[in-house]
């Protein structure tokens, strides 16, 4: 069964830091493009960053560029999201989703096969 497991999630304070993690169980993330994703109340889902299976393409929404970094560590069969400099704008639940894309690529919007059940993150005083 293919399983994505995200955490690192919590309540932290604004201008404070997470990092997410991604790990896959029953298939190795190796190959696959990860998309980091996140949803708030009464909000669509958006895509925050992504990353190609190389890891050599990233992207990021404007809303975190400069504040978010994605990364990948293959061995570990994980996907980090580093994010700093937080906001309470960025409360939401984190989702990631994995993919077979033709090319080294990866894309912001949520066309990915595999999904996670999400991690709460909560930036307030």
């Known amino acids: 069964q293919l399983q994505l497991v995200e955490s690192g999630g919590g309540l932290v304070q604004p201008g404070g830091s997470l990092r997410l993690s991604c790990t896959a169980s029953?298939?190795?993330?190796?190959?696959?493009?990860i998309g980091w994703f996140r949803q708030a109340p009464g909000k669509e889902r958006e895509g925050v960053s992504c990353i190609s299976r190389s890891g050599g393409r990233s992207d990021y929404a404007d809303s975190v560029k400069g504040r978010f970094t994605i990364s990948r560590d293959n061995a570990k069969n994980t996907v980090y999201l580093q994010m700093n400099s937080l906001k309470p704008e960025d409360t939401a639940v984190y989702y990631c989703?994995?993919?077979?894309?033709?090319?080294?690529?990866?894309?912001?919007?949520?066309?990915?096969?595999?999904w996670g059940q999400g991690t709460q993150v909560t930036v307030s005083s």
């Open positions: 989703a994995a993919d077979l894309l033709l090319f080294d690529q990866c894309v912001l919007s949520p066309k990915y096969g595999y």
């Open positions: 029953g298939f190795t993330l190796d190959g696959y493009a």
